[in-house]
């Protein structure tokens, strides 16, 4: 009897030992990464290394509040289900929830199409003129009244004699008359920048200049009937680590940590460049391209202060991703726009053209 009370009671001191264990990791976990929009990575970078894993992060909460309530500790239960759901405005840009969108706006003024798409400089493949005719030809088919382009331009090296950046650009005059480029990297090897394509006339062009080789924010006015709006197209810092130097970094952790933590400031300041730039205009704006960040990061929430989330807005339901390659798969690629812009609706378009997928938003523009 004795022994069968003695076993009883080890295993309730282990079932209170796993819970207690279960709930301070968990909530940590959670408290750190419901801090990454709000916290400089420069500063402190763990809460923006956990912005990153967000989704197995919101599994492991979801999960371990389950076995919680099943162990009847529900004191533990309803703190991590309170943080969970006071957190929902953050997460929720990253595993998105909509129940009502996809609805054409029949008192709309004027629907404008949006792309927001990284390319790739269209020849990090080995058949550049044939990869170069599927994006412009998908493009074409999707028919947006502007596109916002990131990593514009081609390796000489590896481009067909035709197929140079202003061969390229003409080949879009087709359909779209009014362009924007800014070339941040021009070289005998190669040239680098961001394109605005856009069917409406297009003013005031100009840049914001980054102390980075490859990365510039660029923006112009564009004209849409009698309503000026603003357009911001960003390629921002990268952490520039090709499948060699991941595995070499493997072996070197705080040789990756620190390189990526180098990435996320410089990032961190190039997002309060475009946040001054939004503050200062005194027209609706539409801020677009690879942010190379995710929506639970600092630089995303600097830069979508007063904006909604075009793809939050106007998807529907689940975790979406821009970026894919090898095991890595995230949202880096973003469309924010003015309040005063109502979206009508999103989608992530999965064609294999790129490491990045597309972003496409319908939006209405009122007069």
Known sequence: MNKRKTKQKSKSAFSIISANILFVVTLVL???????????????AIPAFLGIMILPILILTIVVIVILALLKHYRYFFILLFFLLISFPLWRKSFVVNFTTGNVDTECESHIKVMTYNVEMFSTFDEYGK???????????????IVFIQEFGYFKRHSDSKYNSRDIQ??????????????????????????????????????????????????????????????????????????????????????????????????????????????????????????????????????????NDAYVKGAKFGYYYTYHKGFAHFPIDHILVDKSIKVLSSRVAKVPYSDHYPIISTLCISE
């Open 30 to 44: 959670l408290l750190l990464t419901i801090l990454a929009p709000f916290t400089p990575p420069d500063i402190i």
């Open 131 to 145: 990869r170069f005719e599927e994006i412009k030809n998908f493009i074409f088919e999707e028919n947006p009244d």
């Open 170 to 307: 003409n080949h879009f005059s087709q359909l779209y008359p009014y362009q924007h480029v800014w070339y941040k990297n021009q070289t005998k090897r190669q040239e680098h920048g961001v394109l605005v394509l856009s069917k409406y006339p297009l003013s005031n062009k100009n840049k914001l200049e980054y102390d980075s080789k490859n990365n510039v924010s660029t923006y112009c006015d564009v004209t849409i009937g009698c309503k000026t709006i603003r357009l911001i197209n960003n390629h921002l810092e990268s952490y520039k680590l090709s499948n060699d130097q991941v595995n070499l970094h493997i072996k070197d952790k705080e040789a990756l940590y620190f390189r990526m933590k180098d990435s996320m400031a410089s990032r961190a300041k190039q997002a309060e460049s475009i946040h001054q730039m939004i503050k200062s205009c005194n027209t609706p704006v539409i801020v677009a391209g690879d942010f190379n960040d995710v929506p639970m990061s600092y630089s995303y929430n600097i830069i979508s202060r007063g904006l």
